[in-house]
């Protein structure tokens, strides 16, 4: 999306509680606020993409002065066809963002009243869905890349052990004694074919890539170093350190923020919202991220509560725990 590149504090996004609350006010505002977020260049037709301005239908229908077709304000965000308020929708992602570690659903919930707790669940998984920033910019310079078990046994699930951890792949550039930025994504196993695909999404060709073993990365255009390491805890530490620390935060934030009620078929976009998290934990902006996200949510397209679940029973929102 264009939009403002380097969005003004207090001019694209609201610095604190106050500022939010006096901009937010009324539906109004928050309707032009998502047009400017949605078409900053003018009206863009959904039907025949003509740029220019629209006919006004009414307070959220627009009709294109070419092909007389008609697009509503929040058709294809992930706002589409709510019954709920924008304003509360805008309160949702304040409240997503201006805490250091995020809300539960419940947490949700309660804090916007609903009354329903999969109304909350759901709220956050479209959220989620608006925390990847399509096209982003692939880690440079040196990069550790390794492997992480997380979850545990779920209820009801039987079987082994490794059956009911989910392994996730961290890349983390180096920056100085520090971690720069990460990616994370959820494999199938640990070999080769998982992974490689994954580094040449994530990091940018060129770059040294630190890993225990996986071979292949040369050849996919990566300086490659290799350090085997044994598998003890201590010697991860120290040889990939920066893996190692990401791991713990993630897992802190799994079984705190979470709770631990993390479904295997809905890490990935727990891993979003982490990835989302942590590379701007340095951003002293807290409203910075709530304007990422709404900028975010006006382009990623609606996920209906059965898209999110998918037909999948074990997809759906895990009993509330009051
Ligand atoms: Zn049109």
């Known amino acids: 999306m264009e939009g403002a590149k380097h969005p003004v504090p207090g001019v694209d996004y609201p610095r604190t509680f106050h500022e939010f609350d006096e901009w937010f006010g009324t539906e109004a505002n928050c309707r032009e606020y998502v047009r400017r977020l949605r078409w900053p260049d003018g009206f863009v037709c959904l039907k025949c993409g003509v740029v220019g301005e629209a006919w006004v239908m009414s307070r959220d229908r627009f009709r294109c002065r070419s092909c007389e077709g008609e697009t509503s304000l929040t058709a294809g965000t992930i706002f589409a066809e709510t019954r709920k308020p924008l304003r509360t929708w805008f309160l949702a992602m304040w409240f997503v963002t201006s805490q250091k570690n995020g809300v539960s659903a419940l947490g949700l919930q309660r804090v916007l009243g609903f009354v329903s707790y999969e109304t909350a669940w759901t709220w956050l998984h479209k959220l989620r869905r608006a925390m990847v920033r399509p096209g982003?910019?692939?880690?440079?310079?040196?990069?550790?890349?390794?492997?992480?078990?997380?979850?545990?046994?779920?209820?009801?699930?039987?079987?082994?052990?490794?059956?009911?951890?989910?392994?996730?792949?961290?890349?983390?550039?180096?920056?100085?004694?520090?971690?720069?930025?990460?990616?994370?994504?959820?494999?199938?196993?640990?070999?080769?074919?998982?992974?490689?695909?994954?580094?040449?999404?994530?990091?940018?060709?060129?770059?040294?890539?630190h890993t225990d073993g996986y071979s292949g990365l040369a050849k996919a255009g990566y300086e490659h170093h290799i350090t085997v390491i044994s598998r003890s805890a201590e010697m991860a530490h120290e040889v990939m350190p920066r893996v190692h620390i990401v791991a713990a935060l993630l897992k802190r934030w799994l079984d705190g923020t979470h709770?631990?009620?993390?479904?295997?078929?809905?890490?990935?976009?727990?891993?979003?919202?982490?990835?989302?998290?942590?590379?701007?934990?340095?951003?002293?902006?807290?409203?910075?991220?709530?304007?990422?996200?709404?900028?975010?949510?006006?382009?990623?397209?609606?996920?209906?509560?059965?898209?999110?679940?998918?037909?999948?029973?074990?997809?759906?929102?895990?009993?509330?725990?009051?």
Request: aromatic share 8%; charged share 25%.
């Open 136 to 209: 982003r910019d692939a880690l440079t310079g040196v990069v550790e890349v390794d492997e992480t078990y997380v979850g545990g046994p779920e209820e009801g699930v039987r079987g082994r052990q490794t059956e009911t951890k989910a392994i996730v792949v961290i890349a983390a550039e180096e920056s100085g004694r520090g971690v720069g930025r990460i990616r994370l994504r959820r494999v199938i196993d640990v070999s080769g074919d998982s992974l490689i695909p994954f580094v040449r999404e994530a990091v940018a060709p060129g770059s040294v890539v």
């Open 259 to 322: 709770q631990g009620g993390v479904q295997h078929q809905h890490l990935d976009y727990y891993l979003d919202e982490f990835t989302f998290r942590f590379n701007r934990r340095h951003s002293r902006a807290r409203g910075l991220l709530f304007y990422r996200l709404a900028q975010q949510s006006v382009v990623v397209g609606p996920a209906p509560y059965s898209v999110i679940i998918g037909g999948n029973q074990s997809a759906k929102p895990p009993a509330e725990r009051v």
